[in-house]
């Protein structure tokens, strides 16, 4: 008799379409599937009022933390309302996952809701993994 492993908990880079992410996590909170979406303080302009509200940081971006299996079945029960798709690693051809410690460190950093955080995504391409970093401006420094 063999015993079958448990999967262990993973924190999976997903990607929704036309702004779904908020709509996707609170729908991953009612079934207690812990997830991460960041957000950033954005000044809007409504009827010539100007006030502040949270909004994604980086569009159609979200993180969920569990295993792979229950992941693909959350894909095929979402897919008519909220189509969901792996952000896949090209080089090793399999979804992208980030380690528990960076993502620990990426949500600290994310939910200070610092005006002076500024997401990067124009210049991610360009970054690969090991690539060297000097951070010179408070609040990081």
């Keep these: 008799m063999s ?15 036309y702004g779904r992410e908020i709509k996707l996590k609170a729908y991953l909170d009612t ?5 991460f979406v960041p957000l950033k303080l ?17 569009r159609n971006l979200i993180f969920i933390h569990t295993n ?21 690693d090209k080089a090793r051809k ?5 380690p528990d410690d960076q993502m ?9 809701q610092n005006e002076q955080t500024l997401y ?7 970054l690969r993994n090991g690539t060297r970093v000097r951070v010179i401006e408070p609040i990081f420094a």
């Design 3 to 17: 015993v079958k492993k448990k999967e262990s908990y993973e924190w999976f880079a997903i990607r929704v379409t």
């Design 31 to 35: 079934i207690k599937t812990e997830s």
């Design 42 to 58: 954005t000044e809007i302009i409504k009827k010539g009022k100007t006030k502040k509200e949270l909004l994604p940081a980086i």
């Design 68 to 88: 792979r299996s229950t992941l693909d079945i959350l894909k095929r029960e979402l897919e008519s309302s909220i189509p969901i798709r792996y952000i896949i």
């Design 94 to 98: 399999m979804p992208i996952i980030v």
């Design 104 to 112: 620990k460190h990426f949500i600290a950093i994310s939910n200070t």
């Design 120 to 126: 990067l995504t124009h210049i991610a391409p360009v």
